[in-house]
């Protein structure tokens, strides 16, 4: 009895294993070792129509997801990050998605102000956090 129920348990973190990276990230270098993969937070789904705007009160960035896959798609929280002309990192934001869920072939628009951006950001990037 209780080798089926430790069966189980191994079977389920198996099964299971982006939900449980997601709630433990160091999970994942486990899960490596063992010759697992985690799909990376954000797979099917696409970043897309970034329009940094400046403001007299700072900067705004805005842009779509679109979920491109056959089944709906949990939406992880996103990555905003501002780079200066080296391509480095000068500031960023983590943020909650504009929707927890999207269905195949559906769109949200996202949009987050930077009040007091950095002067040296030239450019922005957006990513799905690592949570």
């Known amino acids: 009895m209780v080798v089926l129920l430790a069966l189980a348990l191994v079977a389920g973190v198996v099964v299971a294993r982006g939900a449980v990276v997601a709630l433990w990230p160091p999970a994942a270098r486990l899960y490596a070792l063992a010759g ?4 990376s937070p954000g797979t099917g789904l696409k970043i897309e129509k970034l329009v940094p705007s400046r403001t007299p009160d700072g900067l705004v960035i805005e842009g779509d997801i679109t979920n491109g896959g056959k089944t709906a798609q949990d939406v992880p929280r996103l990555r905003v990050t501002l780079r200066d002309a080296a391509d480095k990192d000068v500031q960023f934001k983590i943020i909650d998605p504009p929707k927890l869920r999207l269905p195949p072939g559906v769109t949200a628009h996202f949009k987050t102000p930077f009040d007091h951006p950095e002067d ?3 450019g922005v990037v957006v990513t799905f956090a690592k949570q």
């Open 120 to 122: 040296a950001a030239t």
């Open 36 to 39: 697992l993969t985690v799909e």
